[in-house]
């Protein structure tokens, strides 16, 4: 993304990196042949352009799929925010809430809102454009990693994690 260094945003829709068209490439080719019975995507302009890149024009756009709101702390460097409870959040990211933004536990919660719906779906394979917080959610809801550690699974820009969840019985 086109902002500086060390500035904290998640719900802001920030202007995109001059390295965008590099690396959506490579997520484009690293969908290359796949079929998706649907797309989703979040609404902020660096999820909509990467679908649109990869050439999904029209994905849904679901709010739930906006990265962390980081509240009064949006667009503000880190080592400026003048706030008590950034040195809450710092020790405790996982459980405390941005001032006026959101918890680890309340992404959480969006993200699985969404995932509990999609499988009431009938779609068999869908792709889901979306944030690196998103995408945590995603894995622990998936089970491909738990809750302990996430963070250390944060895809780059334009990463791929694939999950399973199944449909209850029908």
């Known amino acids: 993304m ?3 260094k060390g500035t904290c945003y998640g719900w802001t829709d920030v202007p995109l990196a001059d390295t965008f068209e590099q690396e959506a490439a490579v997520t484009k080719y690293n969908l290359k042949g796949e079929v998706f019975d649907h797309v989703y995507s979040s ?3 660096r999820a909509r352009r990467l679908a649109e890149y990869c050439g999904f024009t029209s994905p849904t756009l679901d ?12 667009m503000q460097k880190f080592d400026e925010i003048e706030d008590t409870n950034l040195q809450q959040w710092y020790d405790d990211f996982m459980h ?4 006026n933004g959101e918890s680890f536990p309340m992404l959480y919660a969006r993200v699985a809102s969404f995932l509990d719906e999609l499988q009431t779906m009938p779609y068999r394979k869908v792709a889901v454009f979306a944030h690196g917080g998103v995408l945590i959610c995603a894995g622990i809801y998936g ?12 895809a780059n820009y334009g990463g791929i ?4 969840i199944h449909t209850p019985s029908r």
């Open 2 to 4: 086109a902002v500086p």
């Open 143 to 154: 089970g491909l990693f738990g809750e302990e550690g996430c963070f250390k699974h944060l």
């Open 161 to 164: 994690e694939r999950i399973t």
């Open 43 to 45: 609404p902020l302009t």
């Open 96 to 99: 405390v809430r941005c001032t």
């Open 63 to 74: 709010d739930r799929l906006k990265e962390m709101n980081m509240g009064d702390w949006e």
